[in-house]
């Protein structure tokens, strides 16, 4: 099994900045891809960012340029660095992973979600 444990969140004024972390742990071959997702209260999830197993990554249009993710594959470790935040920010942000496990098998994993909230 594959746990995703996030950590980071908070409450943060207009303007400020937070950053997220994500550690993987459990029967781990490789990573092929991690990345962050967000739901705000009565929306879908959406993608936030997302980082490949060669290190390529794409953004949302609405964050662009304000966060960056990034990882330490040593640590199996994503983070995603927030800046410039904004109250329509605020969010559950959920950690995933794309995993390949020693038995050869890839599956979709999610962290538990961490909050964070944007206001003055």
């Known amino acids: 099994q594959v746990q995703l444990e996030e950590s980071g969140g908070g409450l943060v004024q207009p303007g400020g900045s937070l950053r997220l972390s994500c550690a993987a742990s459990?029967?781990?071959?490789?990573?092929?891809?991690m990345g962050w997702y967000r739901q705000g209260p009565g929306e879908q999830r959406e993608l936030v960012a997302v980082?490949?197993?060669?290190?390529?990554?794409n953004y949302a249009d609405s964050v662009k340029g304000r966060f960056a993710i990034s990882r330490d594959n040593a640590k199996n470790t994503v983070y995603l660095q927030m800046n410039s935040l904004k109250p329509e920010d605020t969010a559950v942000y959920y950690c995933?992973?794309?995993?390949?496990?020693?038995?050869?098998?890839?599956?979709?994993?999610w962290g538990q979600g961490t909050q964070v909230t944007v206001s003055s």
């Open positions: 980082t490949s197993s060669r290190g390529s990554t």
């Open positions: 459990g029967s781990i071959f490789r990573i092929n891809s």
């Open positions: 995933h992973a794309d995993v390949t496990d020693y038995r050869w098998i890839s599956g979709d994993f």
